[in-house]
């Protein structure tokens, strides 16, 4: 019981952050710059981490409620969130053609990426939907070892993707160069 605990939690996790959002495009743009990657990445899939455990551990289930009744006021706010990330990368890419260009001589510090990784992923409520609540109440179903095999699933697919996305991009940069 515990292998099909596990591929749940991985593809429900894997299905909710496969959606490009503010965090992914992030994560796109430095694998792209090639800069602090392994710290954004680490970053991220920590971040998820943290509030998948707090989802399985039961905190969907305390807050199933309020979420249930706010809904669409948090829903709202998700989307006018990432309406506003999406207008602010629109700008600086009309103010500057190349501004996902692997050519950007301007060199971020790392308490400068981690800050806004942490603004990015932190500060999006989908994010708490996604991991806390739909993840925490989708391992409602299940108990014991298999609980534990769920949210391993879902923490596993968070570093697959987010690994995947900052390496993968670090490996296209010469390509998308060209």
């Given amino acids: ?14 299905s ?15 694998g792209l710059l090639r800069q602090h990657v392994l710290l954004v990445v ?6 998820d981490t943290l509030l998948i ?6 905190l969907s289930a305390l807050i199933a409620d309020a979420v249930g009744q706010y809904a669409s006021v948090l829903y ?4 006018l969130w990432l309406a ?4 602010m990368r629109l700008s600086s890419a009309i103010r500057a053609s190349d501004a996902m260009s692997t050519n950007v001589t301007t060199v971020n510090t790392g308490r400068a990426v981690l800050t806004t990784a942490a603004i990015l992923t932190l ?23 298999s609980k534990l095999a769920y949210g391993a699933g879902a923490i596993t697919a968070s570093f ?8 993968g991009a670090s490996l296209l940069a010469p390509t998308m160069q060209r």
């Avoid at 709202?76 to 989307?79: F, I, R």
């Avoid at 506003?84 to 207008?87: F, K, L, P, S, T």
């Fill in 16 to 30: 909710l952050i496969l959606a490009i959002g503010a965090q992914n495009a992030f994560v796109l743009r430095q």
């Fill in 160 to 167: 697959v993707f987010f690994f995947m996305l900052g390496y």
């Fill in 123 to 145: 500060g999006n409520p989908h994010v708490y939907l996604d991991t806390v609540v739909l993840i925490g109440a989708v391992s409602l179903q299940f108990n014991g070892m």
């Fill in 1 to 14: 019981m515990m292998l099909p605990a596990y591929a749940t939690g991985f593809a429900l996790g894997f």
């Fill in 84 to 87: 506003g990330y999406g207008v």
């Fill in 42 to 47: 680490l970053f991220c899939a920590s971040a």
């Fill in 53 to 58: 455990l707090a989802g399985v551990a039961g």
């Fill in 76 to 79: 709202g706010l998700a989307a």
